[in-house]
C-alpha cells in the first residue's frame, strides 16, 4: 500500500521496504487469456478482466517494456468532449473512471483536472463547438461555452489584439484535463500484478494460431502459449500483429509529433487548443510546456518527425501566444497511431472465435485509456460489447452505418 | 456606359528598398496559361516558335526576353508573359488569361539570395539556378513561381489577393539581411 | 581568478555587466561563466528539486547546473547557460529557482527532506483527498518546480528562420571538424562548416596542445581564415546543428551575438539540406558519483582547463584533480604550469602513474565525501594510506569522455559500447549520408581528430564525385586516451547523477528495486536524463550503474533514445514568422479597401477578409445593417463581392465527360451559354462541395467551388484526372484570382446592369442559369445568371485590375436605386431563407441523401462517391436529414448548435435527434428561422420539436418545415 | 523528408500534400461488390517496410505522385508520375 505515512517510514528506515511494482513471471504454458500489447489499453484490459471478471488466469504479452508505446508518448490530455454518438458515451465513462483512478489503483498518476479550452477563431466554428458542448451536456458531461472576454478571463496571455485568426470564444470542458502518462501504465500494470496478473515483457508475439476459425494460442519469442481468448491491443503495430490472424485492417499508421519545453514556472494553467491549425498545449507539473499539432501526414512507422510540421506547430503557438517564445524546445518524439476512415476506434471482435481487436485509436487513446480496457474486458469475458463502446464496430465502414467521423474529412485516414 | 479604372496587383506597397535589395513591382503585359491537349506538346511548340520565335521551355526554365517570355509553369503548362495570345495556339492548347491572377514583383541586389533564402525552400544560389531558371514552389506559405531573370534578379508571382504578404514577407526578409552587416 | 599572460579574451575591452543588481566587469571573448569565476564567483544556481547551491560544472551547452535568467518585460528570457551566455555591454542576468535570494533559498529545506523525497515518491502520495491534488497538492508542485519564468508577455525581438544547401556539412568546427572543412573547401565543394560556439577551435582553444609549429588555437584561427575567405565555404558560429532529419536535412538554430538589436534576429533557425555531411561534434566528459559531488567548485576536468585556458581563468585557488584518465592529468600540469596550486591529483587507477609535477599524485585513491554549502572547502579522499581532508575550493573531475553520439541517433539509430573508451560510439550509417569522426567517433588525439577530419571529408566528397586531394594534415599530439572505468566511489552519502534533477546513486538503486530496470523505466520514474541537458552529463553513468544494480552489462541494458533537438532551440524560433499575421497568407478582394471605407467589419473566410456588413448611419447594432441590407435585397439590389469562390477554368475535348465523372449530376448534356448547379462527392460517398459550373464553349466550362473549398477540388479534380483518367483530354488552371466577381442581386439586378453593360440584358436572352460574355466600358467580363439570395440576380466578372472600381460603381449605382452592398451576414440571412447550404450543412458528414439531394446522382452513369454512397448505412431512413426550423413562439431566437429533441423527451443523448446548423433572422418572414439535421427530418414536417441549447440555458418549442422559407417556387429568380 | 518529383527535382516535404496508399489508383468497377469497395476505400496493407503512396506536388509542378518508400527508415527508393502509374498500372 502506498501513502504518505509509508513514504514517511520508510524515509526513516533508509527507503530499504520498497519493493517491485510488478513480478517479471515466467510465461506459463497456458492462460484463459492472452493480450498482446503491455500499454496503456492492454494493461487496463488485465487490470479489468482481472477486478471485473474475476479472470485472474491470464497474460499480458509485451514485446518491449510496459508501457513502451503510445503510452509514453503523447501530450497526456484527457477529456470528454466527443459528440457523436459511439464516442460521446465512451470517452464519458472514460473521464468517470480517470476521476477515481488513482484511489482504484493506489498509485497517484497525477490526474490533474486543470480544464481543456479549445479556442474557435470564427462564427462557423463557434457553431461547430456549440453542438459539440450541447451534445457533451446532453451526455452528462459538462461543457461552457466562453465569450472573448471569457476566454481572455482564462487565458489572459493569448495574442487577443494582433493575432492571424482572432479569438472568437471558446469552449471550456472543466473537468477535462491531463495525467502523468507514464503512471498511468505502472499504476494498471501493478494493479493488474497485484490481482495475478502475469505481465511478461521482452516477449514478442511472432503468431497467431488459429484452428478452424478458433484461436487457440499464440507463439512468442519465449515459446508458444496457448490461450483460450487471444486480443490484439497493439496501437501503432495493429496491422502487422493482426496480419499474423491473416486479418487487414482499415488502418494507416502515422507519425504524431509532440514536444517539450524546459521546466518553466507555472504560466499555463490550462490545456488549451487553437482552432485554426492543429496546435494544443498544457504545462506539465515538472514545468516543461508539453504540446503538439498534427500528423506528419504521411504513413510512417519510423518514431520520430519531420522539420516542417514541428515548425508549423510551433508557428501556431506563436501566433495564437507568443509569450512562449521564449521558452525552448527540450525534445520532441513521435508516437505511431493507428489512423482510421473515420477517426473513431475499433474494439471489436473478428471472425476468428476468441480473438478481439482494440486498434485505431488514432490520436485519442491516452484519454481512452480506462474505458477501453474496462470496455474490451467486458468483450472477452462476457461475448458482448459494453455498453459505452457498441459503436466501436469493425464493420462499420464496410456498411456505413455508425460512422464516427468528428473531424467530417472523409475516408482519408490520415485527414483525422 | 462606364469607365473602368485599373489597379496594380501591389499598388500603394512598393517600390521599397534596403541596403543590398530593392522589391518593384513589375508589369509583364499579358499572361496567358499554355496548357497544350494531348500528343500537342510540339504542334504547340512550333506555333510558339512561330508567333514569338521562342521554344517552348523545358521543366524549370525560362526563355525569351523582358517583353516576350515563357515560363515553365507546372506540369504540362507555361506561361506566356508580354504578347496576347497567338490564334493559332488555341486550337492545340488550353489558353487561359491569367493576366491579373498575379501579383509580379522583381527582387534585386547583392543581397537578393539571402533573401530569399529565408522564405524559399530551394536553392536559388546562382550557381544551381542560373539566369533563365524557374521554379514552382513556396515563398512563406505562399505558392510561387520565382525566376531568375538576371545576375541579381528575380522575377517572383503570388496570387494576386497575396500581394500585401508578399510584400510583408519579402520585407521582413530585407530587413533582417540588411541588418546583419 | 584571472591568470596574467593567459586566455584568448581581449583584454583591452572590458565589458559591464551585472549579476543580480551587482557589477562585474569581463572582457570581450568572455562568457558569463567565465567572467563570474574569474570574480571567484562559485555559486549561481540551484537545482531543481532540492535546491541545492550550485556552480558552474562544465564549458560548454550541455551545462545542467549554471542556468539564469537575462533580460526583463518582454526580452526576458530563462534557462539561459552561464556557459554559452556571451558577455556584452549592458547584460543583465539575474538568478532563477531561489527565493528570496541565490544565497539563502528557503525552498533548501527540501535537502533536508530528502529521505521522503526519493525517486518516484509523488506516485505513491498525493492521492487523499482526491479533491486535494488539484488544489493542494499540485499548485504547490508545480510553483515548487519549473526554473526560470517567462514573462508572460508577447515576444518583441524578431526572430527568423532560413534555408541553406551544401555539399558537405561540417557540425563541430573543432580539430576535426577544421580539417575537414579545410580538405572539402580545398577541394572546391560547397561547404558549411556549423559550430555552436562562437570562437572556431573547439577543444584547441582549450587545451595547450600545439597543431603542426603552432599553437592549437592559433592553428584554428588560421584555418579559419583561410576557410572565411573561400568563397565556396560558409563558416557559421554560434550555430549548433540541433537535429539531423530525412533526406539530408538538417535543423540549426543560429545566435544572434552580442546585445540585441533593432531589426536584427536574435536568432536564425536554418534548415540545412546537404548532400553529406560530417559530424565532428567531439566529446563531453562525464563526473564521477560520489558523495555530494554537486557543489559549487566541482567541475568537469575539461572545462577547469578551458577555464584556464580558453579564458585565462583558474576556476580556485587550491585546486583538487579527480580522474580515472590520462585526460585528466593534464588538469593539473596546466595549473601547475600558470601557477595555480594543485593540491592533489587523486587517480582511482591502483597503478595509475601520473605526470611529474609538484603535486601528490594518489594513485588508487578516490574522493569520500566533500564539506562547503554554498562552495567547496574540503574534500575527503580515501587513499591506500587511509582518509586524508584536503581544504580545495575546486575540484576538476573527469570520469572519461562520452562522445558526442546524439545526432547518430536522431534517425532511430542506436548507439554502439565501446570497451576502449567505456562508452558509446556512433553505429555507422545510422544516419544516412552522415559520417562521424573524430572525437565523436571515440578517436580523443588531436593528430587523430585532424587525420579523420581529413578522411572524412575526402570520403563524403569521392561518394557525391568530388575528388579532394590527399590534404596536408598538420602534426599534432597523440597521446594515447587511457582509461579504466570507474563509474562511483562506494559509500553512504547522496552521490549525483543528473544534477539539474537531482537523480542520485540512491535513486537509481531504488529504481532497480523496484523493478524499473529497463532503462527507459528507470530514466522515466527517476528523471535521470529529462532535464535540461537530457542527460548528456550522466546518462552514461547511469546506465552504467544501472548495468550494475541490475547484474547486467552496459550493452543489454541499452540506453535511452537520444531526440532531437541536440540543444534547446527557442519557440520563437523555429516558429519564426508566425507571430501576428504571419501564420498564413492574408488574401484580400478587390474591393477590401472600399468595404473598409465603408466602416464594414472584416471577418476571416478562410485565408481571405470579407466585409461582415456595412453599417449605415444611425445603425447601432449588426442586425440593423444585416436586416437592412436583406431587404433591400429582397425589394432593391444589393451587391456584394463573391470573387472569393473557387473558380477553376477546364478545357478540352473530354472536358464533359471528365465532369460527368466528378459531379454526381450530367454536365454533357449542358448547352454552351448555360450554367448548372453541382454536387461533388468524395469517394467515401458524402458530399464534398457544390457549386455552378458554366459551359463557356463546347470544351470549356468554368467551375465554381465554395471558397473554403477552392484548393481541395482543384487538387480533387487533377488526383481524378492524372490518376484516375489520365487518358482523358482535359486541364485545369484556377482563375479564382483572375477575376473579381460581384453579386448583384435584387429586383432591381437587370435595371443596375443595363445601366452599365455596353449591350443591354433582357429576360429572354439571359433567362436564369444563363451566361456569357459581356463588355462595359469597353472591358471584357463574364456575365452569369445565378443566384443564391433566391432574388433575380447576375454575378458579373472583370479581371481583378478592375475590381475595385468595378465594385465603387456597382455600389454607387445600387445605392442610387435604393440598395447597396450587402455582407457575409446578409448574405447568410439571404442563403438560409432560400435553404441553400454552405459548409454549415455540407460539413463532411452529410450525403446528397442527407440534404435531400440524392435525386441529383445521376442513376444513368457512374460517377465518384456513387458506390459508397450507396451503402446501407448511407441511405438509412432513419438518418438525421435537412429540415427548416421555425419557432413556435415567433419572438424567440434560434441558436447555432443546439440539439433537437421529441417534444417531451429528455434532452439526454439517448433521445438526441439532431442539431441546428445556421439559423437567422429573417426580414422577410419577420422572425427567427434555422436549417438542421433531423433524424427522418424530411417526414416530420409540421412535428414540433424542443430546441435545447444548454451551453447558452436556452430552450424553444420549434416547428419542422422544409428547408426553403421564402419563395419556394423560385418565381423571383426567374422572373 | 525529401522527394524528388520527376518534374522540379528534389524537393522539401512542405511543398507536397499527402494521400495515402497507392491503391487508390486502382479504382474498382462500380458493380465490383461491397468488399472491393472496402478494400478501396478503407482497408490497407499499411507496412512496416516498403510502400507505396500517393502524393501531389501541391506547391510545384501541381503533378500527383507515386511514391515508392520505406515506411520505418523513411528511405525513398522511387518517385513517378501517376499519369504513367494509374490505370494502366
Redesign the interface.
Known sequence: MFSGLRIFKEGLTGNTGWSPHWRDPAPKAEYDAVIIGGGGHGLSTAYYLAKNHRMTNIAVLEKGYIGSGNIGRNTTIIRANYYLPGNSEFYSHSLKLWEGLEQELNYNAMVSQRGVINLFHSDGQRDAFVRRGNAMRAQGDDAELLDPEGVRRYLPYLDFDNTRFPIYGGLLHARGGTARHDAVAWGYARGADRLGVDLIQNCEVTGIDIESGVVRGVQTARGPIKAKKVSIVTAGRSGQVAALAGLRLPIESHVLQAFVTEGLKPCIDHVVSFGMGHFYISQSDKGGLVFGGDLDFYASYAQRGNLPMAEHVMEAGMTLMPMIGKAKVLRSWGGIMDMTPDGSPIIDKTDTYGLFLDCGWCYGGFKAVPASGYALAHLMATGVPHETARGFRLDRFRDGHGLMDEEGTGAQHNLH | MVDLEAKKPCAGLLPVAHPGTELVEVDLGALTSIAPFAGQQDAVSVALQNAYRLGFPAPNRTTGTKDRRLIWFGRQMVLLAGPAPAAALQKNAALTDQTDAWASVSLSGNRAEDVLARLVPIDLRRAQFGTGHTARTLLGHMNASITRTGADRFLILVFRSMAVTLVHDLNQAMEAVAARR | MRIDGKGLVDRSSPIRFQFDGIGHTGFAGDTFASALLAKGQRLMARSFKYHRPRGVMTAGSEEPNALVTVGTGAAQEPNLRATTLEIYHGLEVRSQNAWPSLSFDVMAVNDALWPFLGAGFYYKTFMWPRSFWEHLYEPLIRRAAGLGALSGQSVAERYEKAFAFCDLLVIGAGPTGLMAALTAGRAGADVILADEDSLPGGRLNAERHAVGDMAGSDWAAQATVELRAMPNVRVMTRTCVTGAYDQGTYGALERGAGAPQPGRPRETFWRIVAKRSVLAAGALERQIAFADNDRPGIMTAGAVRAYLNRWGVAAGRRVAVFGNNNDAHRTALDLRAAGVEVVALIDPRPKASGPKGDFPLYAGAMVEGTRGWLGLREITVKTGGGIVRLAVDCLAVSGGWNPTVHLTCHMNGKPTWCDAIASFVPTPGAVPGLVAAGACAGAFSTAACLAAGAQAARDALAEIGVTSAPPDVPEADDTPYRIEPFWAVPGAGRAWLDYQNDVTLKDIKQAATENFRSVEHMKRYTTQGMATDQGKNSNVAALALLADATGRGIPETGNTTFRPPYTPVSIAAMGAGGQGMGFAPRRFTTSHAASVQRDAPMVEAGLWYRPSYFPAAGETTWREACDREVRLVREKVGVCDVSTLGKIDIQGPDAATFLDIVYTNTFSTLQVGRVRYGLMLREDGHVMDDGTSARLGETHFLMTTTTAAAGLVLRHLEFVHQALRPDLDVRFASVTEQWAQFAVAGPKSRTLLNDLLDRPLDNETWPFMTCGPITLGGVEGRLFRISFSGEHAYEIAVPARFGASLFDTLVARAEALGGGAYGMEALNVLRIEKGHLTHAEIHGATTAFDIGFDRMVSANKDCIGKTMAARPGLTDPNRQQLVGLRPLDRAVELTAGAHLFDRAAPARRAHDQGYVTSVAFSPTLGHAIGLGFLSRGRDRHGEVVRVVDALRGKETLAEVCPPVFVDPQGGRLRG | ??LTCP???D?????F?????AV??H??A?D?G??A????????????GE?R????????????LVVTRH??????LEVA????E??AG
Do not use: K
Not at chain 4, 524537393?11 to 511543398?15: A, I, V, Y
Not at chain 4, 469497395?37 to 512496416?48: E, F, G, I, K, M
Open positions: 523528408m525529401r518534374l522540379c527535382g524537393r522539401d516535404r512542405r511543398e500534400y499527402y494521400r495515402g496508399a487508390a489508383l479504382r474498382p462500380p465490383a461491397v468488399a469497395w472496402d478494400d478501396y476505400v478503407h482497408l490497407r496493407d499499411n507496412p512496416a510502400t503512396d500517393l502524393w501531389h506536388h501541391e506547391a510545384g509542378c501541381g503533378a500527383w515506411t520505418v527508415t523513411h528511405a525513398v508520375l501517376a499519369q504513367d494509374g490505370a
